[in-house]
């Protein structure tokens, strides 16, 4: 009987392509931190060919978005999307900006049903940063709107 062919060698570029691949996968979230680690330690320990591809063997060659026919990706001269009133860009800085004054409003209505004390300072809290928001928020969503035109729309 022959021996088996012992398995082919494997290259520093073969490495860093499994590795490139594996931080593709990471970066979709087919690997947690841990298992990308250790995969990753055990892409640069290989060395035949046979090893690399245990590493990979579990996770698809290409993307699966692309085989179901996923939404197409935006084109890198496309314009991005237009900013509206409810895009978390926006709301998530209004919606902190209203916890942080209604907090402040509970507080000095606390002390003043308390105390004596009746001078409303929350309304420091209230304007500056209210006047500020509103210039943001204009600002933001004029540049979308001229986006828009841009584009057609």
Known sequence: MSDPVPSTRTSDADRDRVAQLLQEHFAQGRLDHEEFTERLGRAYKARTVDELEVVT?????????????????REEGAAPPVLTLRDPALMVPWMLYAGVNV???????????????????????????????????????????????????
């Open 57 to 73: 063997q579990d996770l698809p060659e290409r993307d699966l978005a692309e085989v179901r026919g996923a939404a197409p990706r």
């Open 103 to 153: 907090l402040c409003f509970v507080i000095w209505f606390i002390l003043y049903l308390t105390t004596d004390y009746d001078y409303p300072w929350f309304l420091w809290v209230l304007g500056p940063w209210g006047i500020v928001m509103s210039v943001v928020t204009v600002g933001v969503l004029a540049t979308g709107r001229g986006r828009r035109d841009e584009i057609g729309e």
